[in-house]
């Protein structure tokens, strides 16, 4: 296999892993309420927890590969995803926890820098490369947390759970021996940090709000869906089948929408075709929840193309890959700090109204901030370079 060729297996088979710790959790809750002996409060923290750390570790991503290199720090951001995989196992609560942080912060870095090297390492094939990323993160979700009930009748609760290090592992060995064989010059490496120009400019904003809010619909719909179901009627086995159909269809979506949105210099048309579907599926489950068969794949796939398309407009609204790291550090940063509010907040609606109405019509309002940040995020413009590279840029191309 040729070096470039192992470095993008190893940068989409990390992509498959980044996800897991999220979704091997939620069918899994009554279990772990049980034992190891958490309240339903506390158990719903778990589900929200890895996606706060994903915000908060985003933080320190671009620093990190301006030190090291953006290649050598996905492979320290896999190490923290194999050891607290495995540690989930160790079965008690504070275990637990402990190493959902741990898998968090790894998953963060590693949410960062694929697109940027992506972008630096392989500039003709950036849609297809992000395709193929963005359609294992929502595979891994989805065999996960499919699969998260059955191993859990085979290996019990820490086995179902600590069963995922072995793919976290592979992308580890990969990825590892792609980068040690490999003598091109790191990416993303060097310059200066110039984030602050980031946070004053409306393009990024508009990047950083759509990726946020439409995290927050994901991340709601991944962990309430299913109870959402059966209390609308459906058999824990149908729920959790279309959880897994929620998980699933948007897949075909994530690797299309990267391939069309890179070969067009304008994604506003995308981003109203995707990310309109998204209201649409969820006042059908709000008006007509009996109907769940048919909203779910069209929630999957807008939710697919969606989420594909924020990350690929990380890549394609800067002008590098070292500003791409950072824009995707302060979108990721503020934009899982938000979605980590969404299930939660979900939450909360269903116990103070004991229903689905009030949290239904709370993740449909999020559409009208979604679309709104999204369509002009779309427009054929790029977020300001960094100091050192002022000046490089074609007149006009700043946004």
């Given at each position: 296999?040729?070096?470039?060729?192992?470095l993008a297996a190893g940068l989409v088979l990390t992509g498959f892993n980044l996800r897991i710790a999220v979704a091997s959790v939620p069918p899994l809750l009554k279990d772990l309420e049980r034992n190891p002996g958490m309240s339903?409060?506390?158990?719903?923290?778990?589900?929200?927890?890895?996606?706060?750390?994903?915000?908060?570790?985003?933080?320190?991503?671009?620093?990190?590969?301006?030190?090291?290199?953006?290649?050598?720090?996905?492979?320290?951001?896999?190490?923290?995803?194999?050891?607290?995989?495995?540690?989930?196992?160790?079965?008690?609560?504070?275990?637990?926890?402990?190493?959902?942080?741990?898998?968090?912060?790894?998953?963060?870095?590693?949410?960062?820098?694929?697109?940027?090297?992506?972008?630096?390492?392989?500039?003709?094939?950036?849609?297809?490369?992000?395709?193929?990323?963005?359609?294992?993160?929502?595979?891994?979700?989805?065999?996960?947390?499919?699969?998260?009930?059955?191993?859990?009748?085979?290996?019990?609760?820490?086995?179902?759970?600590?069963?995922?290090?072995?793919?976290?592992?592979?992308?580890?060995?990969?990825?590892?021996?792609?980068?040690?064989?490999?003598?091109?010059?790191?990416?993303?490496?060097?310059?200066?940090?110039?984030?602050?120009?980031?946070?004053?400019?409306?393009?990024?904003?508009?990047?950083?709000?759509?990726?946020?809010?439409?995290s927050a619909i994901f991340y709601s719909g991944l962990t309430w869906l299913p109870s959402i179901l059966r209390d609308h009627g459906f058999s824990p086995t149908t729920a959790g089948v279309l959880n897994s159909v929620y998980a699933l269809v948007g897949i075909p979506a994530s690797l299309l929408a990267p391939v069309l949105a890179t070969r067009r210099v304008d994604?506003?048309?995308?981003?109203?075709?995707?990310?309109?579907?998204?209201?649409?599926?969820?006042?059908?489950?709000?008006?007509?929840?009996?109907?769940?068969?048919?909203?779910?794949?069209?929630?999957?796939?807008?939710?697919?193309?969606?989420?594909?398309?924020?990350?690929?407009?990380?890549?394609?609204?800067?002008?590098?890959?070292?500003?791409?790291?950072?824009?995707?550090?302060?979108?990721?940063?503020?934009?899982?700090?938000?979605?980590?509010?969404?299930?939660?907040?979900?939450?909360?609606?269903?116990?103070?109204?004991?229903?689905?109405?009030?949290?239904?019509?709370?993740?449909?309002?999020?559409?009208?901030?979604?679309?709104?940040?999204?369509?002009?995020?779309?427009?054929?413009?790029?977020?300001?370079?960094?100091?050192?590279?002022?000046?490089?840029?074609?007149?006009?191309?700043?946004?």
């Amino acid at each position: 296999m040729r070096r470039v060729s192992l470095l993008a297996a190893g940068l989409v088979l990390t992509g498959f892993n980044l996800r897991i710790a999220v979704a091997s959790v939620p069918p899994l809750l009554k279990d772990l309420e049980r034992n190891p002996g958490m309240s339903t409060a506390v158990a719903g923290l778990l589900t929200s927890l890895p996606v706060l750390c994903f915000g908060l570790g985003a933080l320190v991503a671009a620093p990190l590969a301006r030190r090291r290199g953006g290649e050598a720090a996905l492979v320290v951001a896999v190490v923290p995803i194999c050891i607290g995989t495995l540690v989930r196992a160790a079965g008690s609560a504070g275990a637990l926890f402990a190493a959902t942080v741990l898998v968090g912060v790894g998953v963060a870095v590693a949410n960062v820098l694929v697109p940027a090297v992506i972008k630096a390492r392989f500039p003709s094939r950036i849609g297809p490369l992000m395709g193929v990323y963005t359609g294992l993160l929502g595979t891994g979700a989805a065999v996960a947390g499919g699969l998260a009930v059955p191993l859990e009748h085979g290996l019990g609760w820490q086995g179902s759970l600590a069963v995922w290090s072995a793919p976290a592992a592979l992308a580890l060995v990969v990825l590892g021996v792609a980068v040690f064989r490999d003598a091109t010059p790191a990416s993303v490496r060097g310059g200066v940090g110039d984030v602050r120009a980031l946070l004053r400019n409306r393009l990024a904003w508009q990047v950083t709000v759509f990726f946020g809010v439409q995290s927050a619909i994901f991340y709601s719909g991944l962990t309430w869906l299913p109870s959402i179901l059966r209390d609308h009627g459906f058999s824990p086995t149908t729920a959790g089948v279309l959880n897994s159909v929620y998980a699933l269809v948007g897949i075909p979506a994530s690797l299309l929408a990267p391939v069309l949105a890179t070969r067009r210099v304008d994604q506003r048309r995308l981003v109203i075709g995707f990310a309109g579907l998204e209201p649409l599926a969820i006042a059908g489950l709000l008006l007509a929840p009996g109907a769940a068969a048919a909203w779910v794949p069209v929630f999957a796939i807008g939710q697919g193309g969606t989420f594909a398309l924020t990350l690929t407009l990380m890549v394609l609204r800067a002008p590098d890959a070292r500003r791409s790291a950072e824009l995707s550090g302060m979108a990721q940063a503020l934009g899982y700090t938000v979605a980590a509010l969404g299930p939660f907040l979900v939450g909360v609606l269903h116990a103070a109204e004991g229903g689905w109405t009030a949290p239904l019509l709370f993740l449909l309002a999020l559409g009208v901030p979604m679309l709104a940040a999204g369509i002009p995020a779309g427009r054929a413009r790029f977020v300001p370079p960094s100091r050192d590279e002022r000046g490089t840029l074609p007149a006009g191309a700043t946004g």
